[in-house]
T-cell receptor, first 115, second 112 residues
Framework: NAGVTQTPKFQVLKTGQSMTLQCAQD?????MYWYRQDPGMGLRLIYY???????DKGEVPNGYNVSRLNKREFSLRLESAAPSQTSVYFC??????????????FGPGTRLTVT | AQSVTQLDSQVPVFEEAPVELRCNYS??????LFWYVQYPNQGLQLLLK??????LVKGINGFEAEFNKSQTSFHLRKPSVHISDTAEYFC??????????FGAGTRLTVKP
């Protein structure tokens, strides 16, 4: 049981390049999330997916797209990377209903640098 | 809108001393409250949560937090810290939807 896994762990991009961050969970969770973490700002929600086939914008969606490929996988795409997207990206998942739905399980993060 | 304020960005403390990490939130509706811990180069782990019921919530690793509705606070406490508690701690607030808001974090450093 690996929990939430993310690839890659580190990435350096040049401005304008594109890339996809991958996330997978093996806990049979319905909901999945993408956050970015910046110093002094905590975590901010980029996009989330309440269930397979649905996605919604979070607090900071501009410059990103997401795909909920199936129940396990939720990818984040940067079409044209900008230095402002230099950050640590975390994927998380949770069940959809009941008190335990409020607990999110986090992956180890992807450290992205855009030069 | 809801927001979360962690009042201290850094808290240095000596081993075996007590510690309190402060968190205030603003929301006009009922919320659910959480504390997460992040060890270096890792993702976040849930320490404890308040959903309803008793306002004193106990979590893992000897931490506890008290929900104070009138003060809109959810401060985290531990009576005696260990070196291994050195980490960043995040307070988070969630309404009855998928919108979880995190505070900026408090870096706890425990010194020998």
């Amino acid at each position: 049981n690996a929990g939430v896994t993310q690839t890659p762990k580190f990435q350096v991009l040049k401005t304008g390049q594109s890339m996809t961050l991958q996330c997978a969970q093996d806990m049979n969770h319905n909901s999945m999330y993408w956050y970015r973490q910046d110093p002094g700002m905590g975590l901010r929600l980029i996009y989330y997916s309440a269930s397979e086939g649905t996605t919604d914008k979070g607090e900071v969606p501009n410059g990103y797209n997401v795909s909920r490929l199936n129940k396990r996988e939720f990818s984040l795409r940067l079409e044209s990377a900008a230095p402002s997207q230099t950050s640590v990206y975390f994927c998380a998942s949770s069940i959809s209903h009941g008190p335990s739905s409020y607990e999110q399980y986090f992956g180890p993060g992807t450290r992205l640098t855009v030069t | 809108a809801q927001s979360v304020t962690q009042l201290d960005s850094q808290v240095p403390v000596f081993e075996e001393a007590p510690v309190e990490l402060r968190c205030n939130y603003s929301s006009s509706v009922s919320v659910y409250l959480f504390w997460y811990v992040q060890y270096p180069n890792q993702g976040l782990q849930l320490l404890l949560k308040y959903l309803s019921g008793s306002t004193l919530v106990k979590g893992i690793n000897g931490f506890e937090a008290e929900f104070n509705k009138s003060q809109t606070s959810f401060h985290l406490r531990k009576p005696s810290v260990h070196i291994s508690d050195t980490a960043e701690y995040f307070c988070a607030v969630k309404r009855n939807n998928n919108d979880m808001r995190f505070g900026a974090g408090t870096r706890l450093t425990v010194k020998p």
